[in-house]
């Protein structure tokens, strides 16, 4: 199990140097550290560290990949200008 982990780090190092895109690092640090993890027995303490740094690398990947929504338009109270209406695509008085 660790060497594919190993594998999925490898691959993603890879894939970054590739096409150097930021969002590719939590997921190679999640398989880093998922592997580290799994590489240590039990009952040591750096495996649970190793563990939650792959879940908090995993999180970092989720905020990094959710959709942005834009900031709602501010009303500027200016009145409009005399030709605005004409931007829309129809033609001017109709």
Do not use: I
Not at 11 to 33: G, K, N
Not at 52 to 74: E, K, T, W
Not at 79 to 91: Q, T
């Amino acid at each position: 199990m660790v060497g594919l982990f190993v594998a999925a780090t490898v691959v993603a190092l890879l894939q970054y140097l590739r096409v150097r895109e930021r969002r590719l690092l939590p997921l190679l640090a999640l398989f880093a550290f998922q592997a580290q993890a799994l590489s240590r027995e039990w009952w040591d303490v750096w495996r649970d560290v190793y563990q939650a740094s792959a879940c908090g690398a995993g999180l970092v990947l989720l905020v990094l990949l959710s959709p942005r929504h834009p900031p709602p338009p501010v009303a500027s109270g200016a009145p409009p200008h005399p030709g605005d209406d004409a931007r829309d695509g129809a033609p001017p008085g109709g």
